[in-house]
Nanobody, 125 residues
């Protein structure tokens, strides 16, 4: 199995940027497709972005396109989410997740096998 630990969250103002990190340990990080999800108070956890095992393919939710960039450094066992032009509606707990997929990407929560504990992002207006 793989253990995931997110970091980098915080309180920022609208228009600011943040970079989230997700450190992985355990089984080979590069064997997993990875994703970022978020959950706002009173709402379901929703898909944000996903990246293939080698990092060559990415896919974003409409809310993240053009503002967020998912990337990974397999040599460092780390996943990233660069978030620019943040909005108050981006306020949520952000989770990274790992999928033992055989190579396909997914936006569905139930397709991911391992989850981190989450990091809070709060964007003030």
């Amino acid at each position: 199995q793989v253990q995931l630990v997110e970091s980098g969250g915080g309180l920022v103002q609208a228009g600011d940027s943040l970079r989230l990190s997700c450190a992985a340990s355990g089984r080979t990080f590069s064997s997993y497709a990875m994703g970022w999800f978020r959950q706002a108070p009173g709402k379901e956890r929703e898909f944000v972005a996903t990246i293939s095992r080698a990092g060559g393919t990415t896919y974003y939710a409409d809310s993240a396109k053009g503002r967020f960039t998912i990337s990974r450094a397999n040599a460092k066992n780390t996943l990233y989410l660069q978030m620019n032009s943040l909005k108050p509606e981006d306020t949520a707990v952000y989770y990274c997740a790992a999928r033992w997929s055989g190579g396909t990407l997914s936006t569905r929560r139930n397709d991911y096998d391992y989850w981190g504990q989450g990091t809070q992002v709060t964007v003030s207006s």
